[in-house]
């Protein structure tokens, strides 16, 4: 293999468990680990990185993808104790941990015999770059009916710090991490509201807000510093407030964004977000709005919900930290086995812009 494709005569052969988490899509690839080199989660984050662009493209793009796909690779866990290790791999890069591909990851192992299922419950232990977390799934009858993850800990950067988004002004953003790092802001900072005929707007809003961060902000992961990028834009619904529904728009984008506004293109996260709500409840705490132990109920474009709540404060690194745990459900859809042919000459894919 090579980071531009196949340099084989062989067929690449991938299989894969399709999924859903509360409606956002994950590919769980199972028979991939032996293209992830590295001795710890760290080590093959990097690896993939520096090396398996080249997959990410092939098996989210088309013809075997779309714009609103992830995917999760299934890896050997690397400290004992732990059933399996996951990277994830969302259309902007891979990010070392996400809640909605975490469900899917789960509920497909314990589903299809990865991983024994015991009822009523489950415990998992999974390896990520960012740590181990761990996650209890109940289930009946063979089925998952809903994942807990508790997830490693959570924290924030900055609250209401200015950034000069092109085109759309000064917005003040809350850098916060839960999982992997995000930029969140109230939507009526860019003009707009969380309603359907919304979504293209809200999907540029957002790209242009990740583009701006990520060229103006400097930060890392205190204990894993090759993290240091937001991946995600959370648009939500301003301050919590006595019987109103939190709610969020998160922008996913590829990885081509620059300052040509022509770029400025993502795709809303079906699920309420996994690792959002998570950096979205590690906001509100900093905000004295969410008290530890207190229930917060996060809601999805699509009206699926997660629920979650932050505990156990901590620090990691400079950071205050709190550990958070989200709640939601993943469907299994399918199983599937995908190919790459060396004569194929969309063997790493390819995006068109009438929908990319």
Known sequence: ?????????????????????EGEGGRVITNMAHLVKGETMKERFDYCEANLDWFRHAILHEPRGYPA????????????????????????????????????????ALEKGIVKMQEPETTVTIDTAVGTISVLARCKDGKVLDVAIRNVPAFTVYIDKIVDVPEY??????????GQFFAQTNIANVGLEIKPENAKAITRAGAAIKFAVNQQLQFAHPENPSINKVGIVILHNGDREPGKQAQNSAVLTGDNLTADPETWKGMLDRSPCGTGTMGRMSGLYSRGQLAIGEEFSHMSFLGTKFYGQVNDPTKIGQYDAVVPTIRGSAWVTGVATWEIDPSDPFQTGYTLGDIW
Not at 1 to 21: F, N, R, Y
Not at 69 to 86: E, M, R, Y
Not at 170 to 178: A, T, Y
């Open 169 to 178: 002004g000064l917005i003040p953003i809350d850098l916060v991490f839960g």
């Open 1 to 21: 293999m090579s980071k531009d494709g196949l340099t084989m005569a062989e067929k690449l052969i991938i299989e894969t468990i399709e999924a859903h988490a």
């Open 69 to 108: 796909l992830c995917a999760v690779f299934i890896l050997p866990p690397v400290n004992k104790g732990s059933d399996f290790g996951i990277i994830v791999l969302e259309q902007g890069g891979f990010t070392a941990m996400s809640g909605s591909n975490t469900m899917c990851a789960v509920t497909a």
